[in-house]
């Protein structure tokens, strides 16, 4: 099969197939602001910082404990989206959105 921008869009190659085996990283976007943790069954928000972020997932850093799955906001007026722990490194914490 040729490599055409055809086959790419039709899903014909994947990112795995292109990159040599790896999937392309997410571009990120350093952020440094201010968010905050919701968790199901809670009331009252966490504070943490979103060091950056990417369309997929983003780096936080909380100095309290996070769990595994939870709502981020970047607001605390707003909706956030939820998230899954992907890894964990002292207080710097790497989440997958989930939805």
């Known amino acids: 099969m040729r490599l055409t921008a055809t086959a790419i869009a039709d899903g014909r190659f994947s990112g795995m197939r292109l990159f040599g085996g790896k999937?392309?990283?997410?571009?990120?976007?350093?952020?440094?602001?201010?968010?905050?943790?919701?968790?199901?069954?809670?009331?009252?928000?966490?504070?943490?910082?979103?060091?950056?972020f990417s369309a997929g997932g983003a780096q936080i850093q909380s100095s309290e404990p996070v769990p595994d799955a939870f709502v981020l906001s970047f607001s605390r007026e707003r909706r956030g989206r939820r998230c899954k722990v992907v890894w964990r490194k002292g207080q710097r914490i790497g989440v997958r959105f989930t939805a």
């Open 23 to 52: 999937k392309p990283r997410e571009v990120r976007r350093r952020f440094d602001e201010t968010a905050w943790i919701s968790i199901d069954g809670t009331f009252g928000l966490r504070e943490c910082r979103v060091l950056d």
